[in-house]
C-alpha cells in the first residue's frame, strides 16, 4: 500500500513516482489548488491535488482532518519561497496521482496539535492521542531504549527468560494484585511485585545470567512516577560481588544514553554511602544537578536558650541542619512564607531562616525573628560553617532527622529550580552501603529497607541478632537527575542466614516455610553466590524523554486512581462469573466506600 514513510521524503526521490498513506493532518484550500499535510509515524509530507487532475481533486475537496488515505504520486521540488526547513520534508511535494480514501472520520476530541487539552480527554481518547508527533517520539523512544538495553545484554550472554505472571502472595513489600482460582475454590494467585524469587531460583538452576523486560502489579498509592501496572528491566547474574555488577550496569547505562541519545555520561560514576547521602542532600536519591548541601549545625545550637534548637540539637533522634541559599537574601517574606508552607507537606512545624545582608557585620549585619535567640559564637560558627557570604540566605531545620532530611532534602531541590541553580546535564550515581534494616514503631518490628533476600555485609552477621540497626546491607541503587531508576544487591545464597534474616523481620519459623519454604529448600541444594539489579524501564524512559510523568511514556496507562478512562477497568463481572469463581460480594455501605 505504500513504498515510502512520508517523514522519508526528501530531494533524491524528485522525479520518482511513490506511494505513501497516512492520516490528513492538516488541509488547505489555496485558490482552487488544495494542499494535505499527510502525517504517518515517521513525520509529514506535503501532497497536492491539482484541479487539472479532477478524479484526485475531487477526493481532495471532500477529505477532512484524520481521515485515512493512501496516495499515489510523483516527488517534485517545492517552488521557491514556499520551502518550509522546519520540516524534515520541506523541500519536496508530492503531486497527487491517484488517490484512496481508506476510512472517514468524525471530527475528533482535540486537535492533534493541541498540547492544552487535560489529561483526562487524552487518557479518554488514547488511540488519537497517541497519534501526536511527541507520544509518537516518546513511545518511538521507549522502543529504542528497549532495543539497545536486549541488544547489550544478549551480548553480554545473559538469556531472556520469561517467569510467571500468576503466582502466590508473600507477607512483605506493597499489597498484591489477587486473582481468584476457578479450579481451586477459595484459593488464590498474586500477580508478581517482581521476579525476585524466581530469579534467584534461575540462579540456583545454573542459568547464570538472566535477564527479562517484564511487567509487574503492585496495589499501591500512585503518584507520577508509579503505576498500578508497571515495566522493570529485571537482571541476575551469579558468581559476582558487587563491584563488578555495579560496573556492568553502568556500562549498560553509558551505551544507553551513547547509542539511543547520542549523549555521553561519566565514565565512572560517582558512588556515596547512603549516610552521607542523607548528611549531605537529605535524601538517597540525591538530584546532583543542584549544588546545595544541608550542613549539619547540631554542636552550635546545643547549648542556646531556644529548645526549636536545643531540643532536637541534643537528642539522638534529631537533627538541626541549614541550608545556605547564594543570594538569597532577596527573597521577599512572601517567598519565603511559601517555602515554609511547602516543608509542611514533609512534616516541619516551621522553617527559619537568616539573612546575610553583611557578613562582616556580624550580628548587625543579620536579618531574622531568630538572632536574638544566638549567642555571638554561635552566630560566627553558623556563618563560618555554612561558607555564608553578604546577600545569602540560611534556612534551617530543627526536628527528628527524618522530619528534616525530608524537608530540607525536598526544599534543596525546589530552591534549586526555583533560583536557576539547577545545571542542564546528566547526573548519575550510586548510592551505596544502605542499612539493612528500618525499625518501624507502628507495627514495632524491623523492616527490609530492600527486601529480605538482600545479603548483610559478611563482616557484621555476628550483630544481625544483638543489634540488627547497625547492619549494612549489599545493596546499591543507581541514581539519576533526583531519581531512582534502578536498584539491587547481592542475594543471600546460604540458608542459614537467609532464615536469621527472616527471624529478624518478625517472620518465624513456620510462616517462613509456609511463604519461602521453596526457596529456602532451593538454597540447599548449592545455591551459588549471585546478585541482580531491576531498572524501572518507564521511569527511565520519562527521564530520557524529558516528560514529568511515566503516564507519558506508557501506551495505555492508568490515572492516579489506578482506573483505565479508555475501556473503564475496573467494572463490575456477571453474577455467573463470580459464582465460578465462588466468590460473594458484600454490600458496601457508603460510610465504608
Aim: proline share 5%; charged share 30%.
Amino acid at each position: 500500500m505504500r513504498s515510502h514513510y512520508c517523514g522519508e521524503l526528501n530531494e533524491s526521490l524528485i522525479g520518482e513516482e511513490i506511494e505513501i498513506a497516512g492520516w490528513v493532518n492538516r488541509r488547505r484550500d489555496h485558490g482552487g489548488v488544495i494542499f494535505i499535510d499527510l502525517r504517518d509515524r515517521k513525520g509529514l509530507a506535503q501532497v497536492v491535488f491539482d484541479p487539472d487532475r479532477a478524479a484526485p481533486f475531487a477526493v481532495g475537496e471532500q477529505v477532512r482532518s484524520e481521515y485515512v488515505l493512501a496516495i499515489k504520486g510523483v516527488v517534485r521540488e517545492r517552488p521557491e519561497g514556499t520551502i518550509n526547513e522546519d520540516m524534515v520534508t520541506g523541500r519536496v511535494e508530492v503531486l497527487v496521482s491517484e488517490v484512496e480514501v481508506l476510512n472517514s472520520a468524525e471530527t475528533p476530541p482535540f486537535m492533534i496539535d493541541d498540547d492544552s487539552m487535560g489529561e483526562d480527554i487524552r487518557l479518554r481518547y488514547r488511540y488519537v492521542d497517541l497519534r501526536r508527533p511527541v507520544m509518537q517520539k516518546r513511545i518511538q523512544l521507549r522502543a529504542a531504549v528497549t532495543r539497545q538495553l536486549r541488544s547489550y545484554l544478549d551480548n553480554s550472554e545473559f538469556l531472556d527468560i520469561e517467569t510467571p505472571m500468576l503466582t502466590r502472595a508473600t507477607p512483605e513489600g506493597a499489597r498484591d494484585y489477587l486473582v481468584p482460582s476457578r479450579t481451586h475454590p477459595g484459593e488464590f494467585f498474586a500477580l508478581p511485585q517482581s521476579p525476585q524469587l524466581f530469579k534467584q531460583l534461575l540462579m540456583v538452576s545454573g542459568m547464570d545470567r538472566y535477564y527479562q523486560i517484564v511487567r509487574c502489579f503492585r496495589d499501591e498509592d500512585l503518584r507520577a512516577d508509579r503505576q498500578p501496572e508497571f515495566t522493570q528491566l529485571d537482571i541476575e547474574t551469579s558468581f559476582i560481588d558487587e563491584n563488578e555488577i555495579v560496573g556492568m550496569m553502568e556500562e549498560m547505562i553509558r551505551t544507553l544514553f551513547s547509542e539511543v541519545l547520542d549523549t555521553k555520561l561519566d565514565d565512572k560514576f560517582p558512588q556515596i554511602s547512603y549516610d552521607e547521602a542523607m548528611q549531605r542532600y537529605g535524601s538517597d536519591r540525591p538530584d546532583l544537578r543542584v549544588s546545595l548541601e544541608l550542613i549539619d549545625v547540631a554542636d552550635l545550637m546545643s547549648e542556646v536558650d531556644f529548645k526549636v534548637f536545643s531540643g532536637p540539637a541534643n537528642d539522638p533522634h534529631g537533627r538541626v541542619a541549614a541550608l545556605c541559599v547564594p543570594d538569597g537574601s532577596s527573597m521577599s517574606r512572601k517567598v519565603i512564607d511559601e517555602y515554609t508552607k511547602f516543608v509542611s507537606i514533609y512534616g516541619a512545624r516551621g522553617l527559619a531562616y537568616i539573612k546575610v545582608n553583611d557578613v562582616d557585620a556580624g550580628r548587625d549585619g543579620l536579618q531574622s525573628p531568630i538572632v536574638k535567640f544566638l549567642p555571638d559564637e554561635t552566630i560566627s560558627g553558623i556563618l563560618e560553617r555554612t561558607g555564608a557570604k553578604s546577600g545569602d540566605l540560611i534556612f534551617f531545620g530543627a526536628d527528628k532527622a527524618k522530619i528534616v532530611n525530608e524537608a530540607l532534602g525536598a526544599l534543596r531541590v525546589k530552591v534549586g529550580e526555583d533560583r536557576g541553580l539547577m545545571s542542564d546535564e546528566w547526573k548519575p550515581l550510586w548510592v551505596v552501603d544502605f542499612p539493612m534494616f528500618d525499625w518501624d514503631e507502628k507495627s514495632d518490628r524491623w523492616n527490609a529497607i530492600h527486601h529480605p533476600f538482600t545479603a548483610p555485609n559478611s563482616d557484621q552477621l555476628e550483630m544481625l541478632e544483638s543489634d540488627p540497626g547497625k547492619v549494612y546491607s549489599r545493596a546499591y541503587d543507581m541514581i539519576l537527575n533526583g531519581s531512582e531508576i534502578g536498584g539491587g544487591s547481592i542475594r543471600i545464597h546460604k540458608p542459614e542466614i537467609q532464615e536469621r534474616v527472616l527471624q529478624v523481620l518478625g517472620i518465624d519459623e513456620k510462616e517462613a516455610q509456609d511463604k519461602f519454604g521453596f526457596l529456602l529448600d532451593a538454597l540447599k541444594y548449592g545455591c551459588p553466590p549471585h546478585g541482580g539489579m531491576a531498572f524501572g524501564l518507564d521511569r527511565l524512559v520519562m527521564l530520557m524523554s524529558g516528560s514529568s510523568s511515566i503516564r507519558d511514556v506508557m501506551a495505555f496507562p492508568k490515572t492516579q486512581s489506578a482506573n483505565c478512562l479508555l475501556t473503564g477497568a475496573p467494572d463490575q463481572v456477571s453474577d455467573q462469573q463470580l459464582r465460578e469463581l465462588n466468590i460473594k460480594l458484600r454490600k458496601v455501605h457508603k460510610s465504608e466506600e
